[in-house]
Structure formats: structure tokens, C-alpha cells
């Protein structure tokens, strides 16, 4: 219970360990170690609609603790490179299969996100990504307020790059998990 001034922190009375432990290994006895048949259909079915394998899905679910509501892709990841803002056609495909995820962008120079958006409408949002030259302070501000845009919550969202810079707005963001467009796209 708490009172005036107390800061919810942990208990100070003794064996609190000790409760804990016996808290824990009767949640484990109750639950075991293998999810209910209707929950793993459900997670399986949803894997699927992100374009995720299974082992992919859970591992970031179980790290984030949250559903993954947003995919957020860097143009290099999209394979957008050179002077067309168009995406392929089979990323396209990939990205028009998502169901119920926000599909979100980061485009890098010489792109622009407004030209970026229009020539490829399956996008929900495009936002600039962080340039090279400016560190971590722009990284972080530009992914961060990328996500914030698309109203997600920071740990709902998996980002999907192609290159080392990339992986780092994994930590920028507080993103969910990161996977490398190879392993996204198949190629």
C-alpha cells in the first residue's frame, strides 16, 4: 500500500527475494514453457501479415514486449537508390501485402520526401532520413520525430534498413528490432 511520500519503489521487508522466486516459479509450473494452440495461430497469422517469418515476429514481440504496428523502411532498403523516387515493383508488392501496419519511410538525398511520397502512394508516411555528416543528434531527432508522426508508439515499430548507419536508428528511435532489407525483401 502505498502513502503520502512513498516512491513506489521496491519493498525493504524481508524476503522479498525470496516471494519473488516463489512468485516466479508458480507462474512457471501454471504457464509452462510452450504458448496456448489459439495464441501461437494468432502470432503466426500476424507474422504474415507483416511479411515476417515466425522466429523473426516473436523474437522482436518478446524483446519489445508489444505488437508491431508500423514497419519503418530506409529508401536504400527499398532499393530506391539513383535519381527515381519509384520503388520497384517487388517491393512494391511486399509493401501494398502489409495489413494492419503503417508503412513509413526514410528517404536519403538525393530523394525528397514530398517527391518520394507521390510516386509511391503505398507509403503512408516519408520522412527525411539523417544525413551522413550531422551525428547523433540529428539521427535521433529525425527518427524520432518520423515515428511520432505515424502516432506509434516508439516499441511498436521495426525498422527495416540496408545499411550499418541504418541499424543504428534502431537505438535512435527505441524501436522495436531491426531487419536487414535482405532478410525483409528475400534478396
Known sequence: MSMLGHNRGPTMARGQRYRTYLWS???RNLMGNTLPIKTLQMRLKRAAELGLDYRTYASVRSASGRDIV???FSSNALNAVGASPVI??????RLEALKNCGR????????RPADFQAANPVLDLVHAAPRFDLGWPDMRDRVRAAIRSARAPADGVLIVGDTALEREWLVAGRAAGYVAAGDYFGT
Open 70 to 72: 508500423a514497419i519503418l
Open 25 to 27: 516459479r508458480a507462474r
Open 104 to 111: 513509413l519511410a526514410m528517404v536519403h538525398l538525393p530523394h
Open 88 to 93: 520497384p515493383q517487388a517491393e512494391t508488392a
